[in-house]
């Protein structure tokens, strides 16, 4: 079974500092990796996500994330971090089951504050 | 147009209530999906459903009941509503040839 592990539980930056959120997973195939992002009171909006190809994948709002095989890592990444950046961050990753069936396992998630 | 709408957003209700929660996707996806975000922020698939059939059905009380009329609708029922049935309920969807799950809004449900 798969798994991922968000080892922040909460990460605090200062506007304009650069960010990187970590996620590991496990998983005995190719996995797909996603990163959604969950303002308060909000619904889970898609960042980005890798199936396969480059390993470095742009998503919206400026961030990145890189996928490292050798690390089974997906950490995501902003190179300056705007106020309006607060909120979770859940790490997921996506299995197949049947069909068009995707189960996705998501990590505990991150809280990030960003100061002023 | 929001494309996977849940109603409603809020729910408070007394303990042994039966509710609802509805669902729907206009993207014209084939499988919709059930997740529960608990008070510890969570997430865990309950349910899917492709093409109006259960491909996913998780260790989730039998109170829980999921109803898909049509492949863009996916309602949950929930019977003798307990205080640890208090949550967050997202709805999602996906496509056949992709592998990106879009989810709804959220349903802020409070069990007192």
């Known amino acids: 079974a798969q798994s991922v592990t968000q080892p922040d539980i909460h990460i605090t930056v200062s506007e304009g500092a650069s960010l990187e959120l970590r996620c590991n997973y496990s998983?005995?195939?190719?996995?797909?990796l996603f990163w959604y992002v969950q303002s308060p009171g909000q619904g889970l909006q898609l960042l980005l996500k890798?199936?396969?190809?480059?390993?470095l994948v742009q998503g919206i709002k400026g961030f990145e994330a890189e996928f490292k095989r050798s690390q089974s890592s997906f950490n995501l990444r902003k190179p300056s971090v705007h106020w309006s950046d607060a909120a979770e961050y859940f790490c997921a990753v996506g299995a197949s089951i049947s069909g068009s069936a995707r189960q996705l396992t998501f990590g505990s998630g991150t809280q990030l504050t960003v100061l002023p | 147009d929001t494309a996977v709408s849940q109603t409603p957003k809020y729910l408070v209700t007394q303990m042994g209530n039966d509710k609802s929660i509805k669902c729907e996707q206009n993207?014209?996806?084939?499988?919709m999906y059930w997740y529960k975000q608990d008070s510890k922020k969570f997430l865990k698939i309950m349910f899917s459903?492709?093409?109006?059939?259960?491909?996913i059905n998780e260790t989730v009380p039998n109170r829980f009941s999921p109803k898909s009329p049509d492949k863009a609708h996916l309602n949950l029922h929930i019977n003798s509503l307990e205080l640890g049935d208090s949550a967050v309920y997202f709805c999602?969807?996906?496509?056949?040839?992709?592998?990106?799950?879009?989810f709804g809004e959220g349903s802020w449900l409070t069990v007192v």
């Open positions: 459903y492709n093409n109006k059939e259960l491909i």
């Open positions: 999602a969807s996906s496509q056949v040839a992709g592998n990106t799950i879009y």
């Open positions: 890798y199936f396969s190809g480059d390993t």
């Open positions: 998983y005995g195939a190719t996995p797909y």
């Open positions: 993207l014209g996806h084939d499988t």
